[in-house]
């Protein structure tokens, strides 16, 4: 039996779906992820499509109670951004546009966010002097 080969798109999904998720099935997102995708493809540009916005085509197309995308789900809220992303161009072209940023993409290697920011460094010149 042979089994078909994913398009670009679906190999952009997987890719960023098991980003950082060693336990990952390829098969759902995460909103972390997601969000990531959309950074590292450009979706987001910082004019009239940010990170805000794509926090709730991601919250409006998953289920109340999940917290992942299914692949079906994630070409949906592909076409919900296209709409916004590129609003000048019909909804199969802004569609095709949005496609065309993420297929074949991967993530970047930068590591997950540091949940605690940035941490100061352990040197002698920050430790208390009233001790010596």
């Given at each position: 039996m042979k089994s078909e080969e994913p398009s670009a798109l679906e190999e952009a999904f997987q890719r960023f779906t098991v980003h950082w998720y060693t336990?990952?099935?390829?098969?759902?997102?995460?909103?972390?992820?997601?969000?990531?995708?959309?950074?590292?493809?450009?979706?987001?540009?910082?004019?009239?499509?940010?990170?805000?916005?794509?926090?709730?085509?991601?919250?409006?197309?998953?289920?109340?109670?999940c917290r992942t995308i299914t692949f079906d789900q994630f070409k949906?809220?592909?076409?919900?951004?296209?709409?916004?992303?590129?609003?000048?161009?019909?909804?199969?072209?802004a569609a095709q546009e949005v496609h065309r940023l993420t297929e074949g993409k991967a993530p970047s290697s930068r590591g997950p966010p540091s949940p605690a920011g940035p941490h100061l460094p352990s040197t002698p010149a920050l430790a208390p002097t009233h001790l010596s």
């Open positions: 336990r990952a099935t390829c098969k759902e997102m995460h909103g972390k992820n997601w969000s990531k995708l959309c950074r590292d493809c450009q979706v987001i540009n910082g004019k009239n499509m940010t990170v805000t916005n794509t926090d709730i085509v991601f919250s409006k197309i998953k289920g109340k109670s949906e809220a592909l076409e919900e951004l296209a709409k916004k992303r590129f609003k000048d161009k019909s909804s199969e072209e």
